[in-house]
């Protein structure tokens, strides 16, 4: 009985190089709709070379306070897939903690109703998924992406988790929350981008692109982050899309042109 219980297993590919990919945090980690994140699992949707990418390009959306699926950062996903499928660049988008895709998927762990949802236990699950992607894929480079609240996010992990990237854009940045709070209920559960700036170091490079007519993220908190980045001498520049709205600024071809200048890595400092 025991031997024909075993042999069916085998059979399903439960004890062999058959099955699928398991994780601690999703049931089934494929690299394709999901990606293990500690202990979390979130979903993902990919674009471009899979077979030893060059660069990895991981995109992390805003917070959508409006409500819906959070995929509006999958066609700029998409979209530099192709335009720079030369440079081997293969395109991740992620949903982050809580929230789900348009075709029913969602990522475990919670965004606190999409408010003061920038804590250390979802900073560190996207951080677990992106260290999954380059275990998986093994890119030579490493560059995130983030629109908002996943600029804030990848900002946050280039502090706590250095390393994980080589360069990192930011759209329409909230990289002080305090100020950016200011006048409005704090948001005393999320890290604050502006506390982690101590432990970036170079050779990181970073941009941070902010709409001139933003209402919601001024340019001067991401203007101020950089400040602060440049003080320890790191590669970082800070610019402004004229008469961009906060969300308009993430469709700017700026973004692209801003990515394809953190595809190489900076000749003035060495890989880590």
């Known amino acids: 009985m025991k ?17 699928p990919a398991l994780a601690a945090g999703c049931a089934v980690q494929d690299f394709e709709h999901f990606v293990s994140a500690g202990d979390e699992c979130l979903v993902m949707a990919r ?33 530099a897939a192709a335009r720079f499928s030369a440079e081997g660049v293969l395109s991740v988008a992620l949903v982050r903690p809580g929230y789900e895709d348009d075709e029913g998927r969602h990522s475990s762990g919670t965004n606190n109703g999409r408010r003061d949802h920038y804590t250390r236990a979802n900073m560190q ?11 998986h894929f093994k890119p030579q480079r490493v560059v995130i992406v983030g629109h908002s609240g996943g600029a804030a996010t ?44 101590d432990p970036i170091k170079p050779p990181v490079q970073v941009v941070a692109i ?18 602060a980045l440049q003080a320890h001498g790191v590669n970082a520049r800070f610019e402004v899309v ?31």
């Open 3 to 19: 031997k024909s219980l075993l042999s069916w297993l085998f059979a399903l590919g439960l004890f062999s190089g058959a099955a």
């Open 47 to 79: 674009f471009g070379a899979t077979d030893a990418p060059r660069t990895l390009v991981v995109w992390l959306h805003g917070d959508v306070s409006s409500g819906g699926p959070a995929v509006y950062h999958y066609a700029a996903a998409k979209e």
């Open 125 to 135: 699950a996207v951080g677990a998924a992106i260290t999954q992607l380059k275990d």
């Open 154 to 197: 990848a900002a946050n992990l280039m502090g706590m988790m250095p390393g994980l990237s080589d360069a990192d854009l930011l759209v329409a940045c909230p990289c002080d929350l305090v100020s950016w709070r200011a006048g409005r209920k704090a948001w005393t559960q999320s890290e604050n981008p502006m506390r982690w700036t």
């Open 210 to 227: 902010t709409g001139g007519s933003d209402d919601n993220t001024s340019p001067d908190l991401a203007r101020h982050y950089v400040e």
């Open 242 to 272: 004229p008469g961009a709205s906060h969300n308009a600024a993430f469709r700017s071809p700026m973004v692209s042109d801003a990515l394809s200048s953190l595809l190489q890595p900076d000749p003035s400092g060495s890989r880590h």
